[in-house]
């Protein structure tokens, strides 16, 4: 059975760094695309990163060139580098997986909230 564990969210001011985990189990990353989406307050739930199914990675405008995903296939984790945050960065933050097969994220974390003061 998957099971996705998301960390290492908090309180940061606008300009600070974050990162976030995501530790996997029941599943290898051979077979999986793994992402981040958040949710902001009040709005639908929107894709930030992942890797897709190359390996490559891609990104949202958003957080191009802000934010870094990465991974440690040992530990099964992925990572979530927030630099350069902004106010309107906050949210809660997921990290999903889907199969490579497949265009629907599947399995969700259970979050970890990221918020951005001024």
């Known amino acids: 059975q998957v099971h996705l564990v998301d960390t290492g969210g908090g309180l940061v001011q606008a300009g600070g760094s974050l990162r976030l985990s995501c530790v996997a189990s029941?599943?290898?990353?051979?077979?999986?695309?793994m992402g981040w989406f958040r949710q902001p307050p009040g709005k639908e739930r929107e894709f930030v990163a992942a890797?897709?199914?190359?390996?490559?990675?891609i990104y949202s405008d958003s957080v191009q060139g802000r934010f870094t995903i990465s991974r440690y296939t040992a530990k099964n984790t992925v990572y979530l580098q927030m630099d350069s945050l902004k106010p309107e960065d906050t949210a809660m933050y997921y990290c999903?997986?889907?199969?490579?097969?497949?265009?629907?994220?599947?399995?969700w974390g259970q979050g970890t909230q990221v918020t951005v003061s001024s």
């Open positions: 999903a997986a889907r199969f490579l097969s497949s265009i629907s994220w599947r399995y």
């Open positions: 029941g599943l290898t990353f051979d077979n999986y695309a």
């Open positions: 890797f897709s199914d190359k390996p490559t990675t």
